[in-house]
Protein backbone atom coordinates (compact mmCIF):
# COMPACT_ATOMS: atom_id res chain seq x y z
CA UNK A 1 0.00 0.00 0.00
CA UNK A 2 1.23 3.66 -0.64
CA UNK A 3 1.17 5.81 1.87
CA UNK A 4 0.65 9.30 0.80
CA UNK A 5 1.34 10.63 4.31
CA UNK A 6 3.73 13.99 4.00
CA UNK A 7 7.41 12.38 5.67
CA UNK A 8 7.81 13.70 9.11
CA UNK A 9 4.21 14.81 9.55
CA UNK A 10 1.41 13.56 12.09
CA UNK A 11 -1.08 13.71 9.68
CA UNK A 12 -2.03 15.82 6.31
CA UNK A 13 -4.54 17.65 7.84
CA UNK A 14 -2.17 18.70 11.03
CA UNK A 15 0.09 19.83 7.88
CA UNK A 16 -2.59 21.89 6.09
CA UNK A 17 -3.83 23.34 10.28
CA UNK A 18 -0.57 24.49 10.35
CA UNK A 19 0.18 25.80 6.74
CA UNK A 20 -2.90 27.69 7.81
CA UNK A 21 -1.77 29.24 10.72
CA UNK A 22 1.72 30.07 9.78
CA UNK A 23 -0.53 32.05 6.80
CA UNK A 24 -2.79 33.52 9.63
CA UNK A 25 0.81 34.89 11.41
CA UNK A 26 2.18 35.88 8.37
CA UNK A 27 -1.35 38.36 7.72
CA UNK A 28 -1.12 39.65 10.89
CA UNK A 29 2.26 41.05 10.37
CA UNK A 30 1.28 42.92 7.57
CA UNK A 31 -2.06 44.12 9.77
CA UNK A 32 -4.47 41.62 8.16
CA UNK A 33 -6.53 40.16 11.19
CA UNK A 34 -8.31 36.90 10.10
CA UNK A 35 -10.52 34.08 10.91
CA UNK A 36 -10.11 30.59 10.90
CA UNK A 37 -12.71 28.62 8.16
CA UNK A 38 -14.72 31.81 7.05
CA UNK A 39 -18.11 30.97 5.71
CA UNK A 40 -19.90 32.84 2.93
CA UNK A 41 -22.28 31.63 -0.24
CA UNK A 42 -20.97 30.33 -3.28
CA UNK A 43 -22.43 29.19 -6.39
CA UNK A 44 -22.40 30.57 -9.95
CA UNK A 45 -26.33 30.53 -10.71
CA UNK A 46 -29.37 31.97 -8.48
CA UNK A 47 -28.91 28.84 -5.65
CA UNK A 48 -25.80 29.09 -3.70
CA UNK A 49 -24.55 27.10 -0.78
CA UNK A 50 -22.40 27.52 1.99
CA UNK A 51 -18.40 27.02 1.99
CA UNK A 52 -15.94 27.47 4.42
CA UNK A 53 -12.68 29.30 3.43
CA UNK A 54 -9.44 28.77 5.40
CA UNK A 55 -8.73 32.20 6.58
CA UNK A 56 -11.33 35.46 5.76
CA UNK A 57 -12.21 38.91 7.40
CA UNK A 58 -15.96 39.73 6.27
CA UNK A 59 -15.52 43.58 6.77
CA UNK A 60 -12.58 43.87 4.84
CA UNK A 61 -14.15 41.21 2.44
CA UNK A 62 -11.04 39.18 2.13
CA UNK A 63 -10.81 35.38 1.56
CA UNK A 64 -7.74 32.87 1.52
CA UNK A 65 -7.14 29.40 0.73
CA UNK A 66 -3.98 27.64 1.49
CA UNK A 67 -2.06 25.05 -0.18
CA UNK A 68 0.80 23.66 1.29
CA UNK A 69 1.36 20.85 -2.02
CA UNK A 70 4.78 19.81 -2.92
CA UNK A 71 6.20 18.69 -6.14
CA UNK A 72 6.73 14.63 -5.73
CA UNK A 73 9.48 13.04 -4.54
CA UNK A 74 10.61 12.27 -8.23
CA UNK A 75 10.11 16.59 -9.01
CA UNK A 76 6.77 14.94 -10.80
CA UNK A 77 3.54 17.22 -11.14
CA UNK A 78 1.38 16.41 -8.53
CA UNK A 79 -1.62 16.40 -10.43
CA UNK A 80 -4.16 15.35 -8.13
CA UNK A 81 -2.85 17.81 -5.91
CA UNK A 82 -3.72 20.36 -8.50
CA UNK A 83 -7.43 19.31 -8.88
CA UNK A 84 -7.37 21.03 -5.68
CA UNK A 85 -5.96 23.93 -6.33
CA UNK A 86 -8.48 24.04 -9.30
CA UNK A 87 -10.94 23.46 -7.26
CA UNK A 88 -9.75 26.27 -5.26
CA UNK A 89 -9.93 28.68 -7.95
CA UNK A 90 -13.51 27.69 -9.13
CA UNK A 91 -14.68 28.75 -5.17
CA UNK A 92 -12.95 31.24 -5.66
CA UNK A 93 -14.85 32.65 -9.34
CA UNK A 94 -17.76 31.42 -7.37
CA UNK A 95 -17.48 33.73 -4.34
CA UNK A 96 -19.35 37.37 -3.68
CA UNK A 97 -18.05 39.79 -5.54
CA UNK A 98 -16.06 42.22 -3.80
CA UNK A 99 -13.91 40.11 -2.09
CA UNK A 100 -10.14 40.32 -2.03
CA UNK A 101 -9.28 36.95 -2.71
CA UNK A 102 -5.74 35.40 -1.75
CA UNK A 103 -3.90 32.20 -2.96
CA UNK A 104 -1.69 31.49 -0.12
CA UNK A 105 0.72 28.44 -1.03
CA UNK A 106 4.28 26.77 -0.28
CA UNK A 107 6.63 27.84 -2.52
CA UNK A 108 8.14 24.55 -3.50
CA UNK A 109 11.06 24.80 -6.32
CA UNK A 110 11.89 21.89 -8.82
CA UNK A 111 15.30 21.83 -10.19
CA UNK A 112 14.03 19.31 -12.77
CA UNK A 113 11.85 22.40 -13.85
CA UNK A 114 13.53 25.15 -13.28
CA UNK A 115 10.17 26.52 -11.74
CA UNK A 116 8.43 26.36 -8.46
CA UNK A 117 4.73 24.54 -8.15
CA UNK A 118 3.10 27.93 -7.98
CA UNK A 119 4.86 29.17 -11.19
CA UNK A 120 4.19 26.19 -12.99
CA UNK A 121 -0.03 25.95 -11.96
CA UNK A 122 -0.04 29.50 -12.99
CA UNK A 123 1.85 29.17 -16.55
CA UNK A 124 -0.18 25.48 -17.01
CA UNK A 125 -3.69 26.82 -15.56
CA UNK A 126 -4.20 30.31 -15.97
CA UNK A 127 -7.63 29.89 -18.46
CA UNK A 128 -8.58 28.51 -14.85
CA UNK A 129 -7.67 31.50 -12.67
CA UNK A 130 -10.13 34.05 -11.75
CA UNK A 131 -8.22 37.61 -12.64
CA UNK A 132 -8.53 38.83 -9.35
CA UNK A 133 -6.51 35.77 -7.42
CA UNK A 134 -3.52 36.60 -5.45
CA UNK A 135 -1.35 34.18 -5.32
CA UNK A 136 1.25 33.99 -2.67
CA UNK A 137 4.63 31.93 -2.29
CA UNK A 138 5.14 31.34 1.19
CA UNK A 139 9.06 30.41 1.68
CA UNK A 140 9.40 28.44 5.39
CA UNK A 141 13.18 28.66 5.28
CA UNK A 142 13.02 32.83 5.33
CA UNK A 143 9.73 33.35 6.53
CA UNK A 144 8.48 35.39 4.66
CA UNK A 145 5.75 35.39 1.49
CA UNK A 146 6.07 37.11 -1.88
CA UNK A 147 3.21 37.97 -4.48
CA UNK A 148 4.01 36.22 -7.72
CA UNK A 149 1.18 37.44 -10.05
Not at 24 to 35: A, E
Not at 73 to 78: E, F, Y
Request: hydrophobic residues 35%.
Amino acid sequence: MVNFQREGSRSNAHVGKEFENTAKTFFLSKGLILQDNLTLPVGIGKEKKNHAFDLGNKELRIIVECKSHKWTKGDNVPSAKLTVWNEAMYYFFSSPQGYRKIFFILRDFSNKRKETLAEYYIRTYNHLIPEDVEFWEYDPGKGKALKIN
